[in-house]
């Protein structure tokens, strides 16, 4: 089976119904025919909640929530593995904390990660990167 992980820009992608946003939907529909798993770290769900609420307050933000719980998406808890590999990728990457996550979860799973995000640009030797277009 193939699998994704999905970064904040991704899932903001595909709730916002930003350009791109059929890239994403077109995972979720190949997680219902059971032909892909989706991932998702705690800490890139949390950027999906925190933008949420600066750009529409609370309302949003429960809607945001509410949309990933029914989504197909596999819930990563940040623990000690991850964050150290996390850790790792700060490090030596001009990348967002964040987005140290959710490669550290692509090459924990040793799958694509789907983005929008350039900063990954600097990781693409190290995981493949699924590019929204």
């Not at 350009?19 to 991932?39: L, N, Q, T, W």
């Not at 770290?41 to 719980?69: F, K, P, S």
Request: aromatic share 10%; charged share 30%.
């Amino acid at each position: 089976m193939k699998a994704t992980v999905l970064d904040s820009y991704a899932v903001i992608t595909y709730l916002q119904k930003q350009p791109g946003y059929e890239d994403v939907a077109m995972i979720f529909e190949e997680c219902v025919s059971k032909d892909r798993e989706v991932f998702l770290c705690i800490v890139n769900w949390g950027e999906v909640i925190y933008h949420a609420l600066r750009t529409g307050g609370e309302e949003r933000a429960q809607l945001a929530a509410d949309i990933m719980r029914a989504l197909p998406i596999n819930l990563v808890e940040a623990n000690k593995e991850l964050t150290l590999q996390a850790a790792r990728l700060k490090a030596f990457h001009k990348m967002s904390y964040a987005d140290c996550y959710a490669a550290a979860l692509a090459m924990k799973k040793k799958c694509e990660l789907m983005t929008g995000d350039k900063e990954f640009k600097q990781v693409e030797k190290d995981i493949k990167i699924r590019w929204i277009k």
